[in-house]
């Protein structure tokens, strides 16, 4: 009967163990979404900036088209969209409310290409290279994007960053914290069993293994039902956030999940050991 209370009581407080480290890795995933939402968004300025690069009014077909095969095997292009000069008085008539065209009696905008650039070309300097060199083109007008604008957007999304960074690092020591202390507080139970193997002469490693054993088997646990939560959350945000599917990557998402795996696992493990080698290495009745 007594047996049975005990193992009872060691189920208890692994279960309570195992809960207890996933709602810390849980609060670690949601912290880590925030940093991964920032930084792409960051990625996502730098992709949808767009870059116009307007024509002379006798520019050919053949001249636009020319210029096209040249920018399309620049390695810093995304995407590349042409807008005839109907096409942008129609967009440019509906956003106004009224034609005009018919108004003027002409038609005054410019055909243009609209180009995207991946993110590493996206630098002043990388900007600065990629308009003089489009303005180097025959029948190239002008080159413009709204670079004040997209700066200011940048800077702010960085300080968010940053700010999501410096939260997640308090919120990691908590962490470290919270976890130790609830191995700290279940291995506090079993300190006569610990103490008792000791004198009975077992070594301090026999000893150490399993409650080290049990605390990796822990971690895990908690890691599992941390990420089963996350993943569906994951999948969730699409349906209140439809801007969350932009700034999905899987790559980063798999790293953050190895990562509160590999935290999970070592501040265990850490607790297990240290907390069993200091009820070892302290006398009898300073356990009472």
């Given at each position: 009967?007594?047996?049975?209370?005990?193992?009872?009581?060691?189920?208890?407080?692994?279960?309570?163990?195992?809960?207890?480290?996933?709602?810390?890795?849980?609060?670690?995933?949601?912290?880590?979404?925030?940093?991964?939402?920032?930084?792409?968004m960051e990625?996502?300025?730098?992709?949808?900036?767009?870059?116009?690069?307007?024509?002379?009014?006798?520019?050919?077909?053949?001249?636009?088209?020319?210029?096209?095969?040249?920018?399309v095997v620049?390695?810093?292009?995304?995407?590349?969209?042409?807008?005839?000069?109907?096409?942008?008085?129609?967009?440019?008539?509906?956003?106004?409310?009224?034609?005009?065209?018919?108004?003027?009696?002409?038609?005054?905008?410019?055909?243009?290409?609209?180009?995207?650039?991946?993110?590493?070309?996206?630098?002043?300097?990388?900007?600065?290279?990629?308009?003089?060199?489009?303005?180097?083109?025959?029948?190239?007008?002008?080159?413009?994007?709204?670079?004040?604008?997209?700066?200011?957007?940048?800077?702010?999304?960085?300080?968010?960053?940053?700010?999501?960074?410096?939260?997640?690092?308090?919120?990691?020591?908590?962490?470290?914290?919270?976890?130790?202390?609830?191995?700290?507080?279940?291995?506090?139970?079993?300190?006569?069993?610990?103490?008792?193997?000791?004198?009975?002469?077992?070594?301090?490693?026999?000893?150490?293994?399993?409650?080290?054993?049990?605390?990796?088997?822990?971690?895990?646990?908690?890691?599992?039902?941390?990420?089963?939560?996350?993943?569906?959350?994951?999948?969730?945000?699409?349906?209140?956030?439809p801007e969350?599917?932009?700034?999905?990557?899987?790559?980063?998402?798999?790293?953050?999940?190895?990562?509160?795996?590999?935290?999970?696992?070592?501040?265990?493990?850490?607790?297990?050991?240290?907390?069993?080698?200091?009820?070892?290495?302290?006398?009898?009745?300073?356990?009472?």
């Amino acid at each position: 009967m007594v047996s049975t209370t005990i193992k009872r009581k060691k189920k208890f407080s692994y279960a309570f163990s195992i809960i207890s480290i996933a709602m810390v890795l849980l609060m670690m995933g949601l912290f880590g979404f925030l940093v991964l939402a920032s930084q792409n968004m960051e990625t996502y300025l730098k992709e949808n900036m767009v870059v116009q690069v307007f024509f002379d009014a006798d520019a050919s077909m053949e001249e636009v088209a020319k210029v096209q095969q040249a920018i399309v095997v620049e390695p810093y292009l995304k995407s590349i969209t042409y807008v005839s000069k109907e096409q942008a008085a129609k967009e440019f008539s509906n956003e106004l409310g009224q034609d005009f065209v018919n108004f003027l009696g002409f038609n005054p905008l410019m055909a243009s290409f609209q180009i995207k650039l991946n993110q590493e070309y996206n630098t002043p300097a990388g900007l600065l290279f990629i308009e003089q060199s489009l303005r180097n083109h025959a029948k190239v007008s002008e080159v413009s994007y709204h670079q004040n604008a997209y700066d200011l957007a940048q800077k702010n999304v960085q300080s968010i960053a940053l700010i999501f960074v410096f939260l997640a690092a308090i919120f990691g020591i908590i962490a470290i914290v919270l976890i130790h202390n609830t191995v700290r507080l279940n291995l506090y139970a079993q300190r006569f069993i610990i103490k008792s193997m000791q004198l009975v002469g077992a070594k301090p490693w026999f000893i150490t293994k399993p409650f080290v054993w049990q605390g990796i088997k822990n971690g895990f646990w908690g890691w599992v039902i941390a990420w089963v939560l996350l993943v569906n959350l994951n999948q969730f945000l699409p349906l209140i956030f439809p801007e969350w599917a932009l700034f999905n990557r899987a790559e980063a998402l798999g790293l953050l999940y190895v990562g509160l795996l590999i935290l999970g696992l070592l501040i265990s493990m850490s607790s297990s050991f240290f907390t069993t080698r200091k009820y070892l290495y302290k006398r009898l009745e300073d356990l009472y």
